[in-house]
């Protein structure tokens, strides 16, 4: 009786464990698949780059990734009147990166990135340069995009793709804040 007992709740040990694993593995391959292929990426200081990754997420179905400061700008840090404020200083230094807060996130999956931010000083913020330098763009499609008070993308993109060293980069666009999806989707459509 002892060793039918035994053989019988080893069965059932067994066979929980196996349910477990292959309930453990279709998760893991549903959250792979889940997401979509395209990633939106962006650092907005005061939303307006925001509110086009919004649109461009809205017309590709992609994903959001917002970029946010470990350290967050103040309307003090960002005052390009003051040639001492951090804004300015940092993007007098090409080698400053400033440290990224948000949580890390996994490429895999990915094969587009629209990678959007404000035009600082006629470049890229130079916490998109911490960006660029931790992530592998290998297999991946990169197409920046910026808002700005009108100035255009500049070298920007071409900065970036020389400091993340991988990926396939468009040339990059600039949008004022309030352009309409519908002028997005032409873009994208361009791009094909
Ligand atoms: C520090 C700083 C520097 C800027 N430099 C420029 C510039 O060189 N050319 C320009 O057209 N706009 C410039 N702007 C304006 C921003 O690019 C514009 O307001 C942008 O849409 C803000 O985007 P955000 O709201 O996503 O941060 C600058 C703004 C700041 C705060």
Redesign the pocket.
């Known amino acids: 009786m002892k060793r039918f007992l035994s053989i019988v709740m080893a069965t059932v040990l067994f066979s929980s464990l196996a349910a477990w694993g292959s309930s453990a593995k279709e998760e893991a391959t549903e959250s792979a698949e889940a997401h979509s292929d395209v990633l939106v990426a ?10 086009v990754a919004e649109k461009i997420a809205s017309v590709t179905g992609g994903d959001l990734y917002e970029i946010l400061a470990a350290e967050p ?1 103040t309307s003090d840090d ?3 009147n003051d040639s001492s ?1 951090r ?2 200083s940092e ?1 007098n230094d090409k080698n400053v990166r400033p440290e990224i807060g948000s949580e890390d996130i996994s490429l895999e999956g990915y094969t587009t990135v629209y990678l ?8 890229e ?1 130079r916490i998109l340069d911490t960006f660029v330098e931790k992530y592998s763009f290998e297999g991946i499609t990169v197409i920046p995009f ?6 255009g993308v500049g070298r920007s993109g071409s900065n970036m793709e020389e400091l993340a060293g991988t990926g396939t980069w468009l040339d990059g666009e600039r949008f ?2 309030n352009v309409s999806e519908e002028d997005l989707k032409d873009w994208i459509e361009g791009l094909k």
């Not at 404000?118 to 470049?123: R, T």
Request: glycine content about 20%.
């Open positions: 962006y650092f907005s200081a005061t939303g307006t780059t925001k509110g700008y960002l005052n390009y404020s804004s300015t993007q959007g931010y404000p035009i600082w000083w006629g470049e913020p910026c808002t700005s008070g009108g100035s004022s804040g």
